[in-house]
């Protein structure tokens, strides 16, 4: 083998070292706006439901139905909110144009000031696209559904997810959220309503 060869593998190597640490650094950086929960059941369920990508029939309804299930559930959380009720508890509740509903345990807490926002759309959409992405880009899902794309569209499935996430960390910067919802880690005490009513 000539030595132009070799260091022509070695850099084409390289080039695809790189590629996949972009792309893990990628699906890193989206998973960081998505709720826990969901992505955790998703990552642990998806080699079980898929067969590990070897599916039959029942095995691509039952994925199916569970990718729903958690698109779903990544879109709902973002209209989910946290607060500590006057029994010192940490309450969530399904957020709705005139504050949290239900709201137990909250006399000493002015719930209309975690009502409804466009922004909670916003964040609702963007959750369910990127969990799209990571989802339907899985390497289960692919090997189960469309196996024929993961060698024909390697590139799409490196660059779409820094795309994605590049994409949704602009727009979740444009549009803060300050909510604590089911699945979302607390970062401040989801009690602070000065916040919540902007």
């Not at 137990?104 to 466009?118: I, T």
């Not at 569209?153 to 949704?168: C, N, R």
Request: charged share 15%; proline share 5%; with cysteine.
């Amino acid at each position: 083998m000539s030595e132009g060869t070799s260091t022509s593998k070695t850099s084409n190597n390289k080039s695809a070292s790189n590629m996949t640490r972009k792309t893990f650094s990628g699906v890193g950086n989206l998973v960081k706006l998505l709720p826990t929960g969901t992505v955790f059941l998703f990552q642990f369920l998806s080699p079980v439901l898929t067969n590990n990508g070897h599916c039959n029939t029942v095995n691509k309804y039952i994925s199916a139905i569970f990718l729903v299930i958690c698109g779903f559930n990544c879109a709902f959380t973002s209209f989910t909110d946290s607060y500590t009720g006057s029994d010192g508890q940490r309450h969530y509740s399904i957020v709705t144009t005139k504050g949290l509903w239900p709201s137990p345990a909250s006399e000493s807490v002015d719930l209309s000031a975690y009502k409804l926002r466009f922004g909670d759309f916003v964040h609702a959409f963007l959750s369910l696209i990127v969990f799209a992405v990571l989802g339907l880009l899985d390497t289960n899902i692919v090997l189960c559904f469309y196996p024929e794309f993961e060698s024909s569209e390697k590139i799409l499935m490196q660059v779409l997810p820094p795309v994605i996430g590049v994409v949704s960390s602009t727009v979740f910067m444009i549009f803060p959220s300050n909510r604590h919802g089911i699945g979302y880690p607390i970062s401040s005490d989801a009690n602070d309503t000065s916040q919540k009513s902007t």
